[in-house]
């Protein structure tokens, strides 16, 4: 199977499981994949998901070698059918980056909220030495994420970045030594998982919706609103109490 799932405790894990192309996507694992984060969005009983990679990358990007052999084998085409990255998935999402990240595995990267890379990392869109454009929010992402003179460099140049520079510039939020970005990437999961889930997801609308989409003041009224929803449930009740207990909250997602 291209893609592997599993479940830790409240953690989802997705796994691209095609070492022997790069973990490169074909059809078959965009599909698996679209189906994944269906199936984490609508699972209740996990909170955060991690996205890793078999082998020596975490993505290497569409399969070209078989799209070039059979234009059927270019998912790209039908891209909006399907879902490469999270977006509009609430609950929070870390990429584990181990190896190469490249064009659409950059795209995949760029779409979870925090990423996790080990020191043989590197990045790069490639897109502009293949002729065509960055796709899956690779323009958009990085213009924001980055200084954007660094965005343009990665862009334009098409040239890969090694993994302490993509810290240095803001584009992973932390490095680990090779093998361990996965461990890494779980342990953090298992500390989001502590956290209040509904807290976590309306945050996380909050900035995207409200930090990248809106006027600032638009953004403000977005915030009220879900602050004011939190505040209504019961978790919000259990974090107010176990301050007070002084003892750890067991959310419920309620």
């Known amino acids: 199977m291209p893609i592997d799932l599993h479940r830790s405790d409240k953690t989802f894990v997705i796994t691209l499981n095609r070492p022997e192309a790069m973990n490169s996507i074909d059809p078959d694992m965009f599909d698996q994949l679209t189906a994944a984060w269906a199936e984490f969005e609508a699972d209740d009983s996990v909170h955060v ?11 290497a990007g569409r399969d070209l070698v078989k799209s070039v052999a059979d234009e059927k084998n270019d998912w790209s085409s039908r891209r909006d059918e399907g879902r490469l990255t999270p977006d509009g998935i609430w609950k929070p999402v870390i990429a584990a980056v181990n190896g190469y990240c490249l064009a659409a595995g950059l795209a995949l990267a760029l779409g979870c909220d925090l990423r996790v890379a080990a020191e043989n990392a590197s990045f790069g869109t490639m897109a502009a ?9 690779q323009t958009q ?13 990665m862009i334009l140049f098409a040239e890969r ?7 240095r510039i803001g584009l992973v939020n932390t490095v680990t030594p090779q093998g361990e970005a996965l461990d890494m990437a779980l342990s953090w999961a298992a500390r989001l998982c502590k956290n209040g889930p509904l807290a976590l997801r309306a945050m996380k609308q909050a900035a995207y919706e409200g930090g990248m989409d809106m006027h600032f003041t638009e953004g403000m009224k977005l915030e009220g609103k879900l602050y004011a929803e939190i505040m209504k449930t019961a978790d919000a009740r259990e974090g107010a109490l176990a301050f007070a207990e002084k003892r750890e909250p067991e959310f419920r997602g309620k």
């Open 49 to 59: 998901a991690v996205v890793t990679g078999t082998g020596r990358a975490f993505c």
């Open 141 to 153: 992402r990085l213009t924001r994420y980055i200084p954007f003179a660094k965005a343009m460099e």
């Open 129 to 137: 030495k293949r002729g065509i454009v960055a796709g899956g929010g």
């Open 161 to 167: 970045i090694d993994a302490a520079e993509a810290h």
